[in-house]
């Protein structure tokens, strides 16, 4: 019984050393991918990570921008509007101060297009910045008649408009002028030219494919860099991804979130702010395919060197099972041999008279049946000449004498 097992054991040996070489071999491999997937989703992370900051830190400068430009036509009107309620403007004397003050007020504040008054009519009667050839009214405009018909409206700022002046989209800043019984005298009004985001929107580094938008409280487009159609077109729209939409209705003041973009169906991820004490939104859209391509050359690189590591380790594996393999049948063949030998060998009871040798059943058996069941050899009978001599005496005589 103990002869079988062992043969088992022997047979089964190798088979298992390969198993467990495989199984080594594999778990070395899961283990190599599943630190570069990790390696490489850390990298993503940094890289996201990093540009959300940098559309962040750009959108606040923006907003420190786009605040203060505001801020100049803000100081810029309201001063305006008290000195015309301070001084009587029925006079000449009075006329040119206003006018001169007017001049004063606008060179302070270098990014306004003009700053000017209306009358009662809504008539264009004093200021700066374009030229006037005839009577320009702005009677037919929403923030004039807003401030005509509401006291109390305070500072109203226009959705974008082409000025009648300029030609140029414009936004314009108004409060509303009153006489002394607190009756509507007309309005004081800054023109803010919308090109001037645009320029200085260009003047940022948010990549080959990123966006600077500024956009009002309702979503409509202010400005866009770059322009997503012909210039000017896409002012005023409203078509924007469901974040956006999701985040304006959240009523946060900034926030981060990832979209494509319905102009240009480029993915981005977005920094969102409300501008300081403005009905404004800012976005800096940085696109994933500009902050990623260093990422993705990562990735190439590392599935390269795992690729290689997998291949090399699937070499040696095989070549290590071939020379196992060669070893375990060179083996086999020399333990089949050596039981071949060891077939004939050892103590062989044998008769001393007639020659017959006892088997392991106790049977006596022919010396050449015995070769012949325990070897590969095949007899064919003769006779020694000695033999002959004792059997044939006459033949061997006679071929003695001849």
């Known amino acids: 019984m103990d002869a079988p097992q062992d043969t088992l054991v022997s047979k089964f040996a190798p088979k298992a050393f390969l198993v467990r070489l495989g199984i080594g071999v594999l778990i070395l491999n899961l283990f190599v991918i599943l630190m570069t997937a990790v390696s490489l989703r850390q990298s993503w992370r940094n890289h ?34 008290d000195e015309i309620e301070r001084v009587d403007t029925d006079a000449a004397g009075g006329r040119r101060d206003l006018a001169a003050f007017i001049r004063r007020q606008h060179q302070r504040a ?20 374009a030229e006037m050839t005839a009577l320009v009214s702005l009677a037919d405009r929403e923030h004039f008649i807003r401030l005509r018909d509401v006291p109390d409206a305070g500072l109203v700022i226009s959705k974008p ?42 003047t940022l580094d948010v990549g080959p494919h990123g966006s600077v938008a500024l956009r009002d409280l309702d979503l409509g487009l202010i400005a866009r860099y770059p322009e997503p159609t012909r210039a000017g077109t896409a002012i005023g729209q409203k078509v924007v991804s469901r974040e956006l939409l999701a985040f304006a209705q959240s009523g946060r003041d900034t926030g981060i979130y990832r979209a494509r973009t319905p102009f240009d169906q480029v993915q981005r991820t977005f920094s969102i702010r409300r501008v300081s004490d403005r009905p404004f939104y800012l976005l800096v859209g940085l ?34 099972r071939r020379a196992w393999l060669r070893q375990q049948t060179t083996h086999e063949n020399l333990e089949r041999l050596l039981a071949e030998v060891k077939t004939l060998g050892g103590m062989l009871p044998i008769c001393s008279h007639c020659k017959k040798i006892r088997d392991d059943n106790g049977y006596w058996n022919q010396l050449e049946a015995y070769l012949n069941a325990h070897t590969d050899a095949e007899f064919t009978h003769g006779i020694c000449p000695d033999c002959a001599k004792e059997i044939f005496p006459r033949a061997s005589g006679k071929h003695t004498t001849m």
């Open 110 to 129: 270098p990014g306004l297009l003009a700053l000017r008054t209306t009358d009662a009519q809504g008539v264009i009667n004093h200021g700066g910045g």
């Open 48 to 81: 996201q990570d990093l540009a959300i900051a940098s559309a962040q830190n750009l959108a606040q400068v923006l907003d420190r921008y786009v605040a203060d430009t505001f801020s100049k036509a803000d100081l810029a009107v309201w001063a305006v509007k």
């Open 161 to 202: 408009v082409v000025g009648k002046l300029t030609g140029t989209w414009v936004i314009i800043l108004a409060p509303r002028l009153e006489r002394p019984d607190h009756s509507f005298a007309g309005m004081v009004h800054a023109v803010i030219g919308l090109d001037q985001f645009d320029r200085v929107f260009s």
């Open 287 to 320: 696109a994933e395919r500009d902050y990623l391509s260093g990422w993705r050359r990562e990735v190439i690189k590392q599935l390269a060197e795992v690729g290689l590591f997998i291949g090399l380790t699937l070499v040696t594996f095989w070549l290590i």
